[in-house]
């Protein structure tokens, strides 16, 4: 039986995942994560997981664990935040632990979950810190695939459109920032999660650049979420600097708020990513958005639960 390693396994993709790879009995699952709210969500779903609440960033008896992995999957990120600092530890010098813990043990295979902002025209904190993150896993000497997903979205979202969808249920209006034409390729984390573990069943190497199929402007997106949700909230346009600063204000009050000014940069920025035939090379068929939008929104026990965050 081989003994897995998931960090950040009570993050988005890790919950999507570990809920995938649950009823296989061929691998063994060791997930890591430090916010202790979302780990207990975790192994209340899942009480078969070994879950180990820790900070990969600090030294601790999750290196010993780390060491007796024989794959990984590396899903651990600092995603939002106003400090550089954050991003800096749970990004990089997390990722450097990890890898030397992992090196020093009998891991043979890392899949590593990057980001497609290393190919975006955005600079913020979590941009750089992917970069550098990505360059770590480039020189460690472990056979590995790097995959690089776009936004995602899916069952157990808390930043994204897991957020925006809760706001969207308890505000009298939805706000879009200008026009709301910003071009966005969403990427459903079900999937994300299905490429994962065909990296893990066949052993690939390579980066790969994991856009969603479907590219949809962000307004056009948040009206396929309300519709999903089943709700009617009216969606208003308002001027970017007035949302700029709306934000500004709400960041005095919120030390970690889950939208910031930065990420509304990136939201504007015009990005448009490669769309690989990823269905083909990983034999997952994409699941097409306005269903992908259904089931997260509706399955019977995910959509009901939240993470924190």
Not at 232 to 249: A, D, E, G
Not at 264 to 284: G, M, Q, Y
């Amino acid at each position: 039986m081989a003994r897995i390693l998931i960090t950040g396994g009570a993050g988005l993709v890790g919950q999507n995942l570990i809920a995938m790879l649950a009823h296989r009995r061929d691998w063994d699952i060791v997930a890591i994560d430090k916010h202790p709210a979302n780990v207990r969500i975790l192994q209340r779903l899942h009480p078969e997981v070994d879950t180990i609440e820790a900070d990969l960033a600090a030294p601790g008896d999750w290196e010993r664990s780390a060491k007796e992995c024989d794959i990984c999957v590396q899903l651990h990120a600092q995603i939002g935040g106003l400090k550089e600092e954050a991003f800096q530890r749970n990004n990089i010098v997390a990722t450097q632990r990890v890898l030397t813990a992992l090196e020093a043990g009998k891991c043979s295979y890392l899949v590593h979950a990057s980001s497609s902002v290393v190919n975006s025209m955005a600079v913020d904190f979590y941009t750089e810190s992917k970069k550098a993150q990505e360059k770590l896993v480039e020189a460690s000497r472990l056979p590995h695939v790097t995959l690089r997903p776009t936004l995602m979205f899916g069952w157990f979202d808390r930043k994204h459109l897991g957020w925006l969808k809760r706001f969207m249920e308890r505000a009298p209006i939805f706000p879009i920032p200008g026009d709301g034409r910003y071009l966005r390729q969403p990427l459903y984390g079900g999937d994300f999660s299905a490429i994962v573990l065909a990296c893990l069943e066949n052993r690939m190497e390579g980066v790969y650049d994991i856009s969603g199929q479907e590219k949809i402007d962000y307004i056009d997106l948040i009206k396929a979420l309300r519709t999903a949700a089943g709700l009617k909230t009216p969606i208003v346009t308002i001027p970017y600097w007035l949302f700029w600063s709306l934000l500004k204000t709400y960041a005095v009050f919120d030390r970690d708020p889950p939208f910031t000014t930065k990420q509304l940069k990136a939201l504007s920025t015009p990005d448009v990513f490669d769309v690989i035939d990823w269905p083909s090379i990983f034999s997952v068929p994409a699941t097409p958005l306005e269903e992908a939008l259904r089931e997260t929104y509706n399955h019977p026990e995910y959509s009901k639960v939240f993470l924190e965050f």
